[in-house]
């Protein structure tokens, strides 16, 4: 039997061990690549990354990766498949230095550092305890680099001392560059998701802008705009707060509103800041460029004013921007945030649009505001000088006569409408309704020559309405007035009986006087109408006649209370026939304003005169005649004595107790008036029946009192406030000697 012989095996060749080495090396490789490729996430790759390569080694290596901050300035954890807890605790946020052991100075230095022994390497001087624990002697740390980048380490440690071997490098060097791939695709997947979360944002912005825009567009005021930009549009563009600054050129500043975040201490200190001043804001609105301080460094080297404004609104990066519209600077709007921040040119190019559309509507409320203004003041301009040509009627026993005055909603308070009541030397009454061919001043100052004409050549002569037309007519050739006007006048005889009297009038192209019947009958006086004025003053007038009978009323009017552009003036002239039916038994002022209120709701496009007359039911009423005025001094107590005259008077005359309490209010307010601003003696006139109370004050100072737009706080002149609200008419008349002050009161 022969004997069997064993044959050991050959050991294999050190090139078949290297080979088998690196195609596992390749393969754990290939592995990677396909889990970055498969868009898995950073840290799961990292954490294989570093597992992969600890299985590689046969002497107990271990691996680990940090991170650079966003910050370039320390390093994070990335991965460390079997470093103790505590160690890859104590180096989260390692700093990048030139002694950090041997990441934090491979960071620094942007250079593979070996460090054979820990122990006797100065670079891990203030790391050996951490090594100790970690159970780690050598330490190889590779920096990730790219495009001249550090975006981390690569570090390999083993447990004794020793220096990499040439396999070491190369796996060293394939995981090195392994990793930085997997961080360069992580970061660009991050820079697309927040580039495409900036898309969104920015697009979102622009929608919420739009919205806020869409209300600045309906802002009416100021206050409303300013609470828009510096509320809802601060928040939507992000910031911490803001301000908006609008140049008053006559006080050279610039008048600031803060958000209310920033206190009512700031708003003082900053409401008014001088146009010539280094603020931001300023800067702004006097050169029309934007200014960006994105850093407290900038700030300060701005302007040394920035130090104050840090410490007062607690934030440390700003924007202004000019308000412009056209060829007009309009002020700046200031955009601020807590924290220092760099503004993106799309970030500026939103704020700048969005001053855009603040400018568009702050231009708009300002126009508005000074239309407001210029209206006002000309509204009480031409309020003045209607109350000079359109004066109160006579208060007759006889007759009640009522009379109003409406402009055209699109002109100032007067045009060539008027009306005119007076009595004349042989006890008779005129009434004159006229209206001055056009709208403007030139009409108003017409109606007031033809007025005056009216009443000069009526006063004393006696003539009839006819013949007053005639003589008009021929006055505007002779003195050359160039006008063209029609008018009505009506002559109320005296009364031969209490039951009633007789009218002549006469027209002169004139809409047609109606009169109501005491049983609500409405005429129409239709006749052959006669030429207006101002075309041939030979033409041939006539006078009229009808009978004024108790219980009836006659009224004037111009085409102002009639026409419509949607009817003929036939239509027109039925509808207030109807009207005057309906309203007609009123009270001659609750009428007149009922039949203004039913004939024009609205206001009217041209303005609008009209005299109501009826004949007084005979009853006996009271007046305090001028005779036996109360006297007033400059003493308080004189006001309580002018409420008791005014409350005496009243009670006399049957006088409603509402409509008392009002006229002794009033009373006390335009005596108090003329106890504080006139200082000279004054004389109150009571006259109170069953129709109205009258009250009047003449003093010696002759400045007219007029009604002020006054704050809500506010407590000089509120006594005409009140004087306007309560009472049914009210004015001021210039006296030769002073002015007298007035108000009315229906007593219905």
């Not at 330490?139 to 981390?152: D, F, I, K, Y």
């Not at 699109?410 to 009434?431: C, E, I, K, P």
């Not at 007609?584 to 304003?593: H, I, N, Q």
Request: proline content about 5%; charged content about 25%; overall charge negative.
């Amino acid at each position: 039997m022969s004997e069997r012989v064993e044959q050991a095996q050959p050991a294999e060749p050190w090139d078949g061990r290297e080979r088998r080495r690196e195609d596992r090396l390749l393969a754990i490789h290939r592995r990677l690549l396909e889990r970055i490729a498969s868009a898995a996430p950073l840290p799961e790759i990292l954490h294989s990354l570093v597992g992969m390569i600890e299985e590689l080694s046969t002497d107990g290596m271990l691996a680990s990766i940090l991170i650079v901050d966003p910050d370039g300035r320390h390093l994070h954890h990335g991965a460390a498949h079997n470093l103790p807890a505590e160690y890859n605790a104590a180096i989260d946020g390692l700093e990048i230095g030139p002694a950090a052991g041997s990441c934090g100075t491979a960071a620094y230095r942007r250079d593979t550092v070996i460090v054979a022994d820990i122990e006797a390497d100065p670079l891990w001087a203030g790391y050996r305890d951490l090594a100790r624990i970690a159970g780690v002697r050598a330490c190889w740390s590779t920096p990730l680099m790219s495009r001249g980048e550090v975006l981390g380490t690569f570090a390999m440690y083993y447990p004794t001392p020793q220096v990499p071997s040439p396999e070491d490098r190369e796996a060293a060097a394939m995981f090195s560059q392994t990793a930085t791939f997997a961080i360069e695709r992580h970061r660009a997947e991050e820079a697309r998701d927040a580039a495409r979360a900036a898309e969104y944002a920015y697009a979102d912005r622009l929608t919420r802008l739009a919205a806020v825009s869409l209300d600045l567009s309906a802002a009416d005021t100021l206050p409303d705009l300013t609470h828009l930009i510096i509320e809802e549009g601060m928040s939507v563009l992000g910031a911490d707060g803001g301000a908006i600054g609008v140049i008053d050129e006559e006080k050279g500043v610039l008048k600031v509103v803060l958000s209310d975040i920033f206190g009512a201490e700031n708003q003082r200190r900053f409401a008014a800041i001088p146009m010539d001043s280094d603020y931001p804001a300023t800067y702004s609105a006097r050169t029309r460029e934007s200014l960006l301080l994105p850093t407290v460094e900038a700030g300060l080297a701005y302007s040394p004013l920035m130090k104050d404004v840090y410490a007062l609104t607690d934030r440390k990066a700003l924007v202004t921007v000019p308000l412009v519209w056209g060829e007009r600077t309009l002020g700046s709007l200031s955009v601020a945030w807590i924290d220092e921040r760099e503004v993106s040119d799309a970030e500026l190019e939103l704020i700048e649009r969005f001053a855009a559309q603040c400018a568009q509507s702050l231009e708009r409320v300002q126009v508005r505001l000074s239309q407001r203004r210029a209206a006002i003041t000309a509204e009480q301009m031409s309020e003045a000088l209607q109350r000079s040509l359109l004066t109160r009627p006579p208060q007759l026993e006889q007759l009640s006569i009522a009379v109003r005055y409406l402009p055209a909603m699109r002109q100032a308070q007067v045009g060539g409408d008027w009306y005119d009541a007076f009595l004349t030397t042989n006890d008779s009454t005129m009434l004159v309704v006229g209206d001055v061919n056009g709208h403007d001043r030139d009409a108003a100052a017409m109606m007031g020559q033809l007025r005056n004409l009216v009443r000069g050549l009526a006063y004393d002569s006696g003539d009839p309405p006819a013949a007053l037309l005639t003589r008009l007519d021929r006055a505007l050739r002779d003195l050359e007035l160039d006008a063209l006007a029609t008018a009505v006048v009506a002559q109320v005889l005296p009364p031969t009986s209490e039951a009633h009297s007789v009218v002549r009038w006469s027209s002169a192209g004139h809409l047609p006087p109606l009169l109501r019947a005491a049983d609500g009958t409405v005429s129409v006086l239709t006749s052959d109408t006669d030429l207006m004025l101002g075309i041939t003053p030979e033409t041939t007038r006539r006078d009229h006649i009808v009978e004024l009978r108790a219980g009836s009323t006659l009224l004037l009017y111009t085409d102002g209370l009639v026409e419509r552009r949607d009817e003929g003036i036939d239509e027109s002239v039925a509808r207030l026939q109807e009207a005057l039916a309906e309203c007609g038994a009123r009270p001659v002022e609750s009428l007149c304003d009922a039949l203004v209120e039913r004939m024009v709701p609205d206001g009217g496009e041209d303005d609008m005169a009209l005299i109501a007359v009826r004949p007084r039911p005979g009853r006996e009423r009271v007046r305090v005649s001028p005779a036996d005025a109360l006297p007033i001094r400059s003493n308080p107590k004189d006001v309580r004595e002018a409420r008791a005259f005014v409350e005496t008077a009243c009670r006399q005359a049957g006088v409603a107790g509402d409509v008392r309490d009002t006229a002794i209010l009033l009373t006390s307010e335009i005596v108090t008036n003329a106890i504080v601003h006139a200082a000279t003696r004054a004389d109150l006139t009571v006259t109170a029946d069953d129709q109205r109370v009258r009250v009047e004050v003449v003093d010696g100072h002759t400045s007219l009192p007029y009604l002020r737009d006054h704050e809500a706080d506010a407590t000089d002149g509120r006594g005409l406030v009140l004087v306007h609200l309560l009472a049914s008419r009210w004015g001021a008349e210039q006296l030769p000697e002073g002015k007298l002050v007035w108000f009315e009161l229906d007593a219905h």
